[in-house]
């Protein structure tokens, strides 16, 4: 069992960053895939970022590339979110979700996600 525990969120004016972060506990030492996702109200569940095990390779939702990064550290089980210049259209819950190959984490609705985090709530204030 993997289990992935999201934390960081909050209330932030327009322009603010914030930086979640997703503690993973795992039976194995396997590094998953990771990734990334948020849901705003009425939407579909959209992808945001997406990291290999290693780390070497990273892929961004377009609409976030430049103000979002995401990086992990496997020595203490955690992935990162740094979000700068935060707009209100941000504004949704953020899952932190792990998957057996970066392919099912990048691009669409996370229907190949073995794992998800509870969520965190971001709200961006205009």
């Known amino acids: 069992q993997v289990q992935l525990v999201e934390s960081g969120g909050g209330l932030v004016q327009a322009g603010g960053s914030l930086r979640l972060s997703c503690v993973v506990s795992?039976?194995?030492?396997?590094?998953?895939?990771m990734g990334w996702f948020r849901q705003a109200p009425g939407k579909e569940r959209e992808y945001v970022a997406a990291i290999d095990w290693s780390g070497r390779n990273i892929y961004y939702l377009d609409s976030v590339n430049g103000r979002v990064t995401i990086w992990r550290d496997n020595a203490k089980n955690t992935v990162y979110l740094q979000m700068n210049s935060l707009k209100p259209e941000d504004t949704a819950v953020y899952y932190c979700a792990a998957a057996g190959s970066l392919r099912a984490l990048v691009g669409g609705t996370g229907t190949g996600v073995d794992y998800w985090g509870q969520g965190t709530q971001v709200t961006v204030s205009s």
């Open positions: 795992a039976r194995t030492n396997r590094a998953y895939p």
